[in-house]
């Protein structure tokens, strides 16, 4: 595809997002003769693979997410800014945006890139929300770490057998990448570090239970390494639910259905919810806008070079676009920012574009210690090799040398046990009253 050279000098390029998506679209832009706006409505790029090692004391949050004015500190053409994208004027090429103060921006583009990623989803049931947090967001993983320590806490100060047990059980509902590695590191935790820190509990009794609607986890991954990662989980002491779905959830605990429809009550103090995932509202506002479809996941349906029908200066990519069945993970996003860049770049100088072709690097997930599960192009490894590999890409796509520094620091302190941060406080175990009514089954 070819098109005119455009105005050479100050196109606007407007970055929606500053996940792996923006942030990358925005670095390659660096020599461009552009001015680039990156909004997000969070000061921060938040490396969300390792987000479960912030809610279980591995890495501190700063580690992760590190701010988006100090990446661009030195790219003089990018501006960042804070706030929340409301609304798209393809027409009139505007954004408009919710200013920290509350006001109404309006954010001229001659090019948008758009990469508002994805958020929890409840498939419907966003009642689940008040129970069992997502792991989404900076604040779910505080969240989820200030519930699965406390929940520690609570089971110290019980005097009842049946509550301590209950607020020793920790329900994982979704088995994919995130939910596997929480899994293990609860149990991690638990085993290694909170071992000797309480008097009345013994936390390497806590169970971990793992509850997925497939056959088994990280079913992406293929049987092989699936049944590695199940091999490990079991030797750590997760309990594996696989075949089962959550049908309700409230304060104390969960009802679970399985493969042959016996309803099964879990008591468990502490949810959290790592099944679904729709992408960001932003998305059905574009499709509206253009008539394009969105998937089942609200992802929107882009031409093969990332861009809108009949809008080609409107990109959407990362985990928000549905394309020839790729993956919501870091490398499309990734990789889909270079392209929307890259495709800016060469319209600017009047040259052709050409599609987008996504170069597969493989899927890991870290499963306990020092053991991971590796796919990279055809090459399957687990154990120790894995996780080797699994430290080198970590360390790779960590942003700044500092973080790498740290992360390195705080994965030897953690994972030879010897230390896991926590902040919480008696308020942030309160939990939401519970709802009137939910079917009793058989209890676990
Ligand atoms: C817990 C977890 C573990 C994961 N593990 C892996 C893994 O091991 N390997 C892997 O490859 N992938 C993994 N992923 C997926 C990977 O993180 C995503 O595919 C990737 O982050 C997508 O990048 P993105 O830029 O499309 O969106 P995101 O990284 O989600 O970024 C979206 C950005 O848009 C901003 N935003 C959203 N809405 C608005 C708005 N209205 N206004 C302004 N800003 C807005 C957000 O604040 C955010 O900064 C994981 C994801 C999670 C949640």
Redesign the pocket.
């Known amino acids: 595809m070819s098109a005119p050279a455009l105005a050479a000098s100050r196109h606007r390029v407007v970055v929606?997002?500053?996940?792996?998506?923006?942030l990358f679209a925005a670095r390659r832009l660096k020599r461009a003769p552009v001015e680039v706006t990156l909004?997000?409505?969070?000061a921060n790029h938040?490396f969300?693979?390792m987000?479960?090692q912030c809610a279980t004391g591995i890495v501190p949050e700063a580690t992760i997410a590190p701010p988006l004015r100090g990446i661009f500190r030195r790219h003089r053409h990018v501006s960042v800014l804070l706030a929340?994208?409301t609304g798209f004027d393809l027409e009139g090429r505007t954004v408009r945006a919710r200013s920290p103060a509350g006001g109404e921006l309006v954010l001229p583009f001659d090019s948008l890139i758009v990469?508002?990623?994805?958020q929890t989803s409840y498939f419907g049931h966003d009642e689940f929300a008040a129970y069992a947090p997502g792991?989404?967001t900076i604040d779910d993983a505080r969240t989820v770490g200030q519930r699965v320590f406390g929940a520690f806490e609570v089971a110290e100060a019980s005097h009842d057998p049946e509550e301590r047990r209950a607020w020793l059980t920790f329900a994982i509902v979704g088995a994919g990448?995130?939910g596997v590695e929480l899994a293990g590191q609860i149990r991690q935790a638990a085993r290694q570090t909170l071992r000797r820190e309480y008097r009345h509990i013994d936390p390497t009794e806590c169970r971990v239970l793992l509850f997925d609607g497939g056959k088994e986890p990280l079913a992406t991954f293929g049987d092989h390494l699936s049944g590695r990662a199940a091999q490990t989980l079991e030797s750590m002491g997760v309990e594996l639910r696989m075949g089962s779905i959550a049908t309700a959830l409230d304060g104390r605990g969960l009802d679970v259905r399985s493969g042959d429809g016996t309803v099964t009550r879990y008591e468990a103090r502490t949810i959290v919810w790592t099944a679904g995932v729709a992408a960001?509202p932003?998305g059905r506002m574009l499709a509206a806008a253009t008539g394009v479809s969105t998937d089942r996941a609200g992802r929107v349906e882009v031409l093969p070079d990332c861009t809108l029908p009949g809008r080609p200066e409107v990109f959407v990519i990362?985990?928000?676009m549905s394309l020839d069945g790729l993956p919501?993970?870091?490398?499309v996003?990734m990789q889909s920012g270079m392209h929307a860049a890259r495709t800016i770049r060469r319209r600017l100088a009047g040259r052709e574009t050409g599609r987008f072709r996504y170069v597969d690097m493989g899927?890991?997930?870290f499963v306990g210690k020092r053991r991971a599960v590796v796919d990279f192009r055809g090459l399957k490894l687990s154990g120790f090799f894995g996780w080797l590999m699994w430290l080198a890409v970590h360390l790779t796509f960590l942003t700044g040398f500092s973080n790498r520094l740290a992360a390195l620091l705080s994965w030897s302190l953690a994972l030879t046990g010897s230390r896991r941060g926590r902040i919480f406080r008696t308020s942030d175990l309160e939990r939401p009253p519970e709802p009137v009514t939910t079917r009793r089954t058989r209890s676990v």
């Open positions: 929606v997002g500053g996940g792996f998506g923006g909004v997000d409505r969070s938040v969300q693979p987000l479960y929340e994208v990469a508002a990623g994805m792991l989404k990448p995130s960001s932003l990362g985990d928000m919501g993970v870091a490398e996003a899927s890991m997930a």
